[in-house]
Nanobody, 114 residues
Framework: QVHLVESGGGLVQAGGSLRLSCSAP????????MSWYRQPPGKEREFVAG???????KYVDAVQGRFTISRDNAKNTMYLQMDSLKPEDTAIYYC????????WGQGTQVTVSS
């Protein structure tokens, strides 16, 4: 069983920034499409940002211009830089890799206070 290891969540005031990290075994990382999802309290899990293998990115409208997805292949790590955070960004954030198989991180809590 493959485990993705997330870190970087926490409590931040509105307008602040956080950077989430997600590490994976090298054998699955380099050839995988990557995404970040989130699950707000009482709601379904939703797509936030994604990057395909060739580097093209996509963001949900609610985070466009505030969040940036990136990857460091040398470290087998993906990131989600979150700036200008809003209370509505409060959620559990999950990293996701796909290469024919699907892998999920364990989730990390992000709480934005007003």
């Amino acid at each position: 069983q493959v485990h993705l290891v997330e870190s970087g969540g926490g409590l931040v005031q509105a307008g602040g920034s956080l950077r989430l990290s997600c590490s994976a075994p090298s054998r699955i990382f380099s050839g995988s499409h990557m995404s970040w999802y989130r699950q707000p309290p009482g709601k379904e899990r939703e797509f936030v940002a994604g990057m395909v293998v060739n580097g093209v990115t996509k963001y949900v409208d609610a985070v466009q211009g505030r969040f940036t997805i990136s990857r460091d292949n040398a470290k087998n790590t993906m990131y989600l830089q979150m700036d200008s955070l809003k209370p509505e960004d409060t959620a559990i954030y999950y990293c996701h890799l796909r290469n024919g198989w699907i892998y999920w991180g364990q989730g990390t809590q992000v709480t934005v206070s007003s």
